[in-house]
């Protein structure tokens, strides 16, 4: 399924700059402030457990969270970064490109977001499955992205 088409279909706006790739929070900063793109700048972490249950955990690019934080919250044991053969299986993507409308390529929904709850009712900056490029959306779509997808989300905090 193409994102921008799913994005189109859902009525879901959004504007989109092109880039250098992208692959850590600070390469994302100094994007920010060459090429001003409205919105919350975002970390994504795609962490498994181990029954094999896999997270896309959505920050605040500068929050930071302790994974044994997340998995009292989660209610899982084990909880650490998902190796890269995952991300190209379920979420189609490459290592710098992990994004929560990855979702897209989980036919299976074996992904949960979990939205750190900073971000309700914000403008967020995502990559649209590349990381030559960012979008931003508005959280209400982001939900509505989710939802129409099948994923189950959390709100974290």
Do not use: W
């Not at 060459?34 to 919350?40: A, R, S, T």
């Not at 209610?75 to 993507?93: I, M, T």
């Not at 309700?120 to 900056?125: E, Q």
């Not at 960012?134 to 989710?146: A, M, R």
């Amino acid at each position: 399924m193409d994102i921008y088409k799913l994005l189109k279909e859902l009525n879901i706006k959004y504007d989109e700059i092109e880039h250098q790739a992208i692959y850590t929070v600070e390469e994302g900063k100094r994007i920010d402030r060459e090429m001003k793109l409205e919105g919350i700048g975002c970390k994504n972490l795609f962490l498994k457990d181990h029954k094999d249950n896999f997270f896309i955990v959505v920050l605040e690019k500068d929050q930071e969270v302790k994974l044994n934080d997340l998995r009292k919250f989660l209610h899982v044991s084990n909880l650490h970064f998902a190796d890269e053969k995952y991300l190209h299986d379920l979420l189609g993507v490459k290592k710098g490109s992990v994004t929560p409308l990855g979702i897209i390529n989980d036919k299976d929904n074996k992904v949960t977001i979990v939205l750190d709850n900073y971000l309700v009712d914000k403008k967020l900056l995502f990559h649209p499955l590349v990381n030559t490029k960012t979008i931003n959306i508005e959280y209400k779509d982001l939900i509505k992205f989710i939802e129409y997808l099948n994923h189950k989300y959390l709100i974290y905090k």
